[in-house]
């Protein structure tokens, strides 16, 4: 009787411990998701407090790199004679490369992120003194920006062009197109016009950039509401810009395009300032997918980024357009007749290619994307591509242009490319899917082994009769027939014998 009552007492004890594995097990399914995103929360917000996101947020660790590609110019005099320009891509020329961080007492806080380059020979294909021919924009972006101006006044300014021995197109090295190169027409204009260019020293595509800053970002810090981190209050001081026709162009929307908020869905869009295209951008979902383990969302440009107004309303503001797949950025580039565009015109308006042979666009090399882990909203992996191009046309007056058909030019493209490796990722891999996973798996093991002990262990000490008990009692009804059986086959055996 005493070893009867121990037994119960253990089935007893089998059966709370099984009960409660059970109930940890489904609380932990339910808690589990609460404690990631608390901690997600925790590790998000802009807080010097939090060593490990502060330092994130401050160094990013995506190592960037920007990639040049020039449209060598094949035919200079045939495009004065009024041919179809033909282009040749060269390239890639690779350059690698926040400070000044003030916090606000509104849960906000200012940075500039300086930025500066430094040739990488091993990445690039040829040096930076490689001679190619461009259009020059001194002179042929001059001429359409001047065209308002009296044909006498035009005389004189191309006799200026010829004083100062600027030609229409340029055959400089990639250093000098890249970071600048002597001009006795830039130091003229320089020193009496101050303030015209908007580099004051050497003349070139990229000497502005160099040794510079971004302006100066206000942005959240996610203290107050997590779903506005990152998100900008103002850019330069300003809320809103003044370059375009429209309110809702004039928007500064989004992130500073480092980082984004927590917590996104395949509906969730990815906005971002960007001081060079001088407007927000929104990039759009495109897929899931996988970056070594890591889950993702890739964003893309959508086809309606750079549409014109009439195959776009909302884009109305951005003109005066032209072809669809252009931005027209000469209201924030001292009027020059510039356009920004996807690589090879890709996604633009396929009269584009007509103007110009040596194109090929293709999504794979000429689609800008962004690849963002979307519990953190920490891009994963980056790349944005895009094209300057000049305006150009014949100018009467000005005999620099000759005979030049009216062509958007490509002069170039660029793309900067930056994705998290080494440590980083590593750490990223074992916090967002190793440690997840391990919690996933210990909390449908504690429900089975729970089920187990409350099901299977008291049974094997014939406890009472619960939901589990109906496979036991089969198999007991099963040996009792067969018992019956046995017995009634032996009797009835040894009637014949």
């Not at 101050?194 to 070139?204: E, I, V, W």
């Not at 407007?279 to 980024?305: C, D, H, N, W």
């Amino acid at each position: 009787e005493t070893m009867a009552i121990n037994k119960s007492k253990v089935a007893v004890g089998f059966i709370v411990v099984g009960v409660l594995t059970v109930f940890f097990g489904t609380l932990l399914t339910f808690v589990g998701p609460l404690i990631i995103d608390d901690q997600v929360v925790k590790n998000t917000v802009i807080d010097p407090k939090n060593e490990m996101s502060y330092t994130m947020w401050r160094d990013v660790p995506v190592p960037f790199f920007m990639s040049v590609y020039f449209f060598h110019v094949l035919n200079p005099k045939e495009i004065l004679a009024g041919e179809k320009p033909m282009v040749e891509q060269r390239g890639p020329y690779v350059y690698r490369y926040k400070d000044n961080i003030t916090f606000h007492p509104n849960s906000t806080v200012s940075y500039k992120e300086y930025r500066s380059y430094y040739f990488e020979p091993s990445m690039s294909v040829g040096n930076e003194s490689d001679v190619l021919t461009i259009p020059n924009m001194l002179v042929l972006g001059a001429a359409v920006m001047l065209e308002s101006l009296s044909v006498p006044v035009r005389m004189i300014i191309s006799m200026a062009f010829k004083t100062f021995d600027e030609g229409p197109f340029l055959t400089k090295t990639v250093g000098e197109l890249m970071w600048g190169y002597d001009s006795k027409l830039v130091n003229f204009l320089n020193k009496y016009l101050p303030g015209m260019l908007p580099s004051s020293g050497k003349f070139g595509l990229f000497s502005e950039f160099n040794n510079s800053d971004t302006g100066l970002f206000t942005i959240h810090t996610g203290k107050d509401d997590i779903r506005n981190v990152h998100k900008v209050v103002s850019w330069n001081g300003l809320t809103e810009l003044s370059y375009w026709r429209t309110p809702q162009c004039n928007m500064i929307n989004g992130t500073a395009g480092q980082m984004w908020p927590p917590f996104m869905t395949e509906e969730s869009t990815l906005p971002f300032y960007s001081p060079d295209a001088c407007r927000s951008l929104e990039l759009v979902y495109q897929r899931s997918g996988k970056m070594k383990g890591i889950p993702l969302y890739r964003f893309v440009a959508p086809k309606t980024l750079f549409a014109n107004g009439t195959d776009y309303s909302p884009n109305e503001g951005f003109c005066p357009c032209r072809q669809s797949g252009l931005l027209n950025v000469s209201s924030c580039r001292q009027n020059s007749p510039v356009f920004i565009s996807h690589p090879h015109f890709f996604n633009a308006d396929p009269v584009l290619l007509d103007y110009v042979h040596g194109l090929s666009p293709n999504e794979e090399d000429h689609g800008l994307f962004i690849d963002i882990h979307p519990l953190t909203g920490v891009p994963l992996n980056v790349s944005i591509r895009l094209q300057l191009n000049l305006y150009m046309k014949r100018v009467r007056g000005i005999t620099e242009t000759g005979k030049i058909s009216e062509v958007v030019m490509p002069m170039l493209w660029f793309e900067e490319r930056g994705y998290i490796d080494g440590p980083i990722l590593n750490t990223f891999h074992t916090n967002l899917v190793v440690l997840p996973a391990v919690m996933e798996y210990m909390q449908y093991g504690m429900i089975a082994l729970g089920l187990e002990i409350y099901c299977f262990l008291p049974y094997q000490n014939h406890s009472s009769v619960t939901f589990c008990t109906r496979t036991d009692h089969w198999s007991s009804n099963q040996k009792l027939m067969k018992v019956g059986y046995t017995e009634a086959s032996q009797e009835e055996t040894g009637r014949t014998i």
